[in-house]
């Protein structure tokens, strides 16, 4: 009996994969639109990993996002009004697909291989220089998800790192 290499494909292609054909013109649309990967957090703790973040000018700033209404995350944030947002570096995929549930996370999402600063708007990794907290002002349905509206009310800016993207299904770095 022989087994494949290590390393190899079993499959030439994802057998799980929708065919191009069958694809959601929208889904394929949102495919296309690069978005920055976020680490969403509230008191609780809970999280949840967000592609779907937008900041709004102004004084005081206004932050919109689309998130999970099952979301442990949804849960916590609107029990306490607030949460914090984090945009993630490339150095974070692991922990962007935890608090995505695509990888285990055994002894909860905030146990592993990071610190994290408590805030009271939600514990933010100790590694990520750059976070808003966040005031939930409301939240309606949208598309497959909540859209989220919140005043920022306090910004930390680090230094300038290289931030994860999410663009086609996939994390890319931009250099």
Same mark, same amino acid.
């Given at each position: 009996?022989?087994?494949? /290499? ?15 054909? #069958? %694809?959601?013109?929208?889904? !394929? ?27 709004? =000018? &102004?004084?005081? &700033?206004?932050?919109? &996002? ?19 947002? #984090?945009?993630?570096? #490339?150095?974070?995929? !692991?922990?962007? +697909? %935890? ?5 285990? #996370? ?6 592993? +291989? &990071? +610190?994290?600063?408590?805030?009271? @708007?939600?514990?933010?990794?100790? =590694? ?9 002002? =409301?939240?309606? /349905? ?13 910004? /930390? ?12 299904? %996939? @994390? %890319? /770095?931009?250099?």
């Amino acid at each position: 009996m022989s087994f494949p /290499e290590p390393g190899a494909r079993i499959h030439g292609t994802d057998p799980f994969a929708t065919p191009g054909v #069958a %694809r959601s013109p929208v889904r !394929q649309l949102r495919g296309r639109l690069a978005s920055t990967v976020t680490l969403w957090t509230a008191p609780g703790p809970a999280g949840l990993t967000v592609s779907s973040t937008v900041v709004a =000018g &102004g004084e005081p &700033g206004r932050l919109l &996002g689309i998130v999970d209404d099952e979301s442990d995350l949804w849960a916590a944030a609107s029990a306490a009004g607030r949460f914090a947002v #984090a945009p993630l570096a #490339a150095a974070h995929k !692991q922990l962007a +697909d %935890r608090f995505a549930g695509i990888l285990p #996370a055994p002894g909860g999402l905030f146990r592993g +291989d &990071g +610190d994290w600063t408590g805030t009271p @708007y939600g514990p933010v990794p100790a =590694g990520v220089g750059t976070w808003v907290g966040c005031r939930l002002d =409301g939240a309606r /349905e949208f598309g497959w998800g909540l859209l989220v509206e919140a005043t920022i009310e306090t910004i /930390e800016v680090g230094p300038d790192e290289s931030p994860l993207i999410h663009f086609r299904g %996939r @994390y %890319r /770095e931009l250099r």
